[in-house]
């Protein structure tokens, strides 16, 4: 018959063990007499020693990821700063390189407008169009970087100029939508969410904002917009945020037409 120390040593040198249950094994001998009678028992007793086995080695490794977690130092934000500062200084020094050239403002501008520096932005982007007048993308932003600041009547002229130049832009659509939107120009705001629509029919920050027009308005519309922008936008995990509360409105429209049925 096989003796204890042979099992102990299948345990010990099992693929799935590690951990020596020799001891634990020895400490009961009626119990390893009984399995190694037993084909069945023995194999048994091996899955339960890989699975506890495989548990203990889980939790040590959570547990050394959660220590690695607290220990990892926060966010040098004077680092972050000096950064930032130093690739604003070298596009400062790029656009003044090519002055007659709107581009380098330009991107100094969308530099800024991405870290809402609204004031530098504005300068940026109207040294640009100081070049070149007709310069589309910097009109385009000069009118978001006025909606940002709720200035709506500088944003729809600047938006307009940026029409003239680059008309068929789905972008510079959408904004000015938002911007009528915001001056309760429903009708204005709903055809050139439409027009942003007709251009990119994968567009679906316009379907959202569209949504947002046809709901102001207690349209029956809204729905489907709401619809379709969910439908677009579900797995893009930026709008993860928009498309939570998109499905919140439709279905609070969802529990009013409901209401309203009931009522009726």
């Known amino acids: 018959m096989t003796n204890n120390k042979q099992y102990g040593i299948i345990l010990t040198t099992s693929n799935y063990c590690k951990v020596n249950f020799y001891i634990l094994l020895t400490l009961k001998p009626k119990l390893l007499k009984t399995i190694a009678m037993n084909k069945k028992g023995l194999i048994a007793a091996l899955i339960v020693v890989a699975a506890f086995t495989t548990l203990f080695f889980a939790n040590k490794f959570i547990q050394k990821r959660q220590q690695q977690q607290q220990q990892q ?8 700063k000096r950064l930032l500062q130093k690739k604003e200084q070298m596009l400062i020094d790029s656009a003044k390189k090519t002055p007659r050239d709107p581009e380098g403002f330009y991107t100094l501008g969308s530099f800024y ?78 055809r050139s969410h439409k027009k942003a629509i007709e251009l990119d029919p994968e567009y679906y ?19 489907a917009a709401w619809e379709k ?9 930026s709008e993860a945020r928009f498309v939570k ?7 609070n429209l969802r529990q009013d037409k409901k209401v309203r049925k009931e009522e009726y």
């Open 113 to 190: 407008l991405t870290y809402n520096k609204f004031d530098d932005a504005l300068g940026a982007f109207k040294e640009a169009i100081a070049i070149k007048s007709d310069h589309g993308p910097s009109l385009e932003n000069l009118g978001l970087v006025y909606y940002r600041k709720q200035d709506y009547d500088n944003a729809i002229t600047y938006l307009n100029k940026a029409l003239k130049v680059i008309s068929e832009t789905p972008t510079l659509h959408n904004t000015l939508g938002a911007v009528y939107r915001a001056k309760k120009m429903y009708a204005e705001a709903i």
């Open 229 to 237: 922008y969910i439908e677009l936008a579900s797995e893009t995990p």
């Open 205 to 223: 920050s316009a379907y959202y904002n569209l949504a947002l027009v046809l709901q102001d308005m207690k349209s029956p519309e809204a729905s």
């Open 73 to 80: 130092p926060p966010p040098d934000l004077h680092e972050i």
């Open 245 to 251: 509360s998109a499905k919140n409105n439709l279905e």
